[in-house]
């Protein structure tokens, strides 16, 4: 039992962990995308 408890708060924190990546890269991708957009000649 205890073992299982633990996968499944393993596997529930990677979830989280996870969607958090995803939120940043997100966000990031947002940010370079506009600023590659207002500054085109930027290398």
Known sequence: ??????????SNHFTTYLT???TICLEF???TTS???????KS
């Open 29 to 31: 991708i947002r940010l």
């Open 1 to 10: 039992m205890n073992s299982i408890s633990r996968s499944f708060l393993i």
């Open 35 to 41: 600023s590659i957009t207002l500054s085109p000649t």
């Open 20 to 22: 958090i990546t995803d």
